[in-house]
């Protein structure tokens, strides 16, 4: 009886809701179907051994961008999907799913209804999928039929071949919806193709831009004829393929060396161009130099300056622990010493940034116990006795994420939804002045970068987004932010943004890049993880039609941090270490199957938090080194030899 009891007890105390509490929370209604834009209130409470208790009940959606709901346990469906939601009270927690309804089809509208078809050519229709909503949809089976095939063809994807003169009827159905138009097929007059490009020999890398004329039996030009590129190739190396880039206004960018064949063509008549690809050979060795070790905490960003007394300095965050921000001497790179340190209310000072002048930093907060998360303005005019200098919660409550510093201003992130712009012309009382947030359903943000007037954020689903903040551009100012560009690309992850406008071509670029983590995320001691996503190079020449044309990508690996300096970019790849990267000449197509890869290193640790776990933080060059902060090992320092004279010949002994 008593060896009863005993296991009577302990069961008790491994499994008391069990055995005696019989808690349970009853959701209402128990199957939750909604459609995109609909708001439904949702019922839960506690039931204990057939009582309805007033117990709190927090509901908490895994996918808020996509599915939110609110303190009034009101929901918001904002994307179609089936959404996993917890709801968790005293002792107890149950799970649940939404369903949300992809809208029915609308209309099906097709662009850019060409006159007239040249019989012999193809044109590529142009269309879109719009459902109640107002989304454009590009997971609907969509339907191609010609009436007359002898004049015209349709295939699965939408591409009309054209045969003989005449005029056929070209349906296209998605769902019930169709639309219908009549193509007009004339006879082709087009007997010649003219083709001519700036250069016949380049590197892998290079751009070239091919011009093709179409001519009538007269020899004039026919200027709607619809021109079709292409290219074949072999690759100098066997085992490759001549893989490369080229787009229908006669761009073309080649991966590998070799020689290839880029041809124009209109129906029967086409001209060819043969080019040699030579290796853009743009490697350097680049060297470990020094270290300075965190490995009993998680490090997080960091930066790198030049202080009032002429010495280098440095400060890094931490992440997961217990607020600490460390502040180093790195004027010896080879000899990074920690200097002082300061230990704020947080579980993670995420960011840290330094004032141009060198006399102010910031950094931020999250996971404070008070839940006042908010930023930390620090005096470092002597990095080895920093002194706080004040603070600033308003509004931030949700945590600040990442900071900037751009003159007498600085923009802290708010809750993953907005930035505030923030007066820190007398540091010790910081003001708010304006912010800038967006209002699409579900928006979030994680990054916000300022140069030349311009704050360009980082905003997930949304993209990158150019803000006016001083710059003209649109008329804004610091207290009065305009947006006037964005751009977001399908993947949803943006994270981080960084200028760039080109030296040797005058393009404006602006790189964003993604943070995914596919295989989770591991934050404890011990834990080893790898990211996921790449950088994705979006031309804003055309502020008004930007254009993604390039891309850099380490495979089985992830983006985070990145720094241009000149027309080098060192970015941090997370597992992969940090990676250097030609970005000189007009970029397009996959910058690292070009050879524009200059160097890469990775910091092994045997001594970090996680011991051997590489997990690269951010990426920054300073007076010829290159710094860089890792998660399970803190800040080290690189050198990368000196670019080699071009056609310098090797001297062999």
Known sequence: MKNLKKALYILALLFPVTLFAQKEIVIEPANITMEVGQKKQITAYVMENGKKLNDPINLLSRARRSLSIDSTMMAHAIQPGTYDIVAVADGVRKNFQIKVNYPAIAEVKIDDIPQKIYAGTSVALKYHVIDKS????????????????????????????????????????????????????????????????EMNTARTGDVFHFKAKALDK????????????????????????????????????????????????????????????????????????????VNDKHTSDFWVWEGIDGRDYAVTGTWGADGTAYFWDVTDPSNISKIDSVQVDARTVNDVKISEDGKICVISREGASDRKNGLVIIDVSNPRDVEIISRFDENMTGGVHNVFISGDYLYALSGGQKYYIIDIKDPKNPRAVS???????????HDVWVEDGIAYSSNWADGIQLVDVGNGIAG????????????????????????FRSPSTGKFYVIGGDEIFPY????????????????HVVDFTDLENPEEVARFEIPYAGSHNYWIEGETLYVAFYNAGVRVVD????????????????????????????ANAPFTWGAQLHKGHVFFSDWNSGLWSAKLEPEKPKNTPIKVK
């Open 435 to 445: 912010k800038f947030e967006l209002d699409t359903p579900g928006h979030s943000i």
């Open 218 to 293: 007269n020899g004039k030009i026919v200027p709607d004829a619809p021109i079709f590129y292409s290219f074949s190739g072999v690759a100098d190396n066997t085992s490759q393929s001549a893989s490369g880039l080229i787009k229908n206004d006669g761009r073309f960018v080649a991966d590998e060396a070799g020689r290839y064949t880029v041809t124009a063509s209109c129906g029967v008549a086409s001209a060819s161009k043969t080019l040699k690809i030579t290796p853009r050979e743009v490697t350097r060795k680049i060297e470990m130099v020094g270290q300075g070790s």
């Open 520 to 535: 989770g995320l591991n934050t404890g001691k011990g834990g080893v993880n790898m990211a996921g996503g790449y950088l």
């Open 476 to 499: 804004g100012s610091p207290e009065n932010p305009k947006q006037f560009a964005s751009y977001a690309y399908p993947n949803k992850a943006n994270h981080a943004s960084f200028p």
């Open 583 to 610: 970005l000189s000449g007009e970029l397009m197509g996959d910058l690292r199957k070009q050879g524009r890869e200059i160097a890469w290193i990775i910091p092994n640790d045997a001594n970090g938090y996680t």
């Open 134 to 197: 107002g989304a454009t949809r590009d997971d609907v089976d969509v339907q191609f039929s010609s009436m007359y095939t002898n004049i015209a063809e349709v295939d699965d994807f939408g591409t009309v071949n054209t045969l003989i003169p005449g005029k056929a009827t070209i349906t296209v159905k998605a769902e019930n919806v169709t639309n219908t138009i009549t193509v007009n097929v004339v006879s082709n007059p087009i007997v010649k193709i003219q083709l001519e490009a």
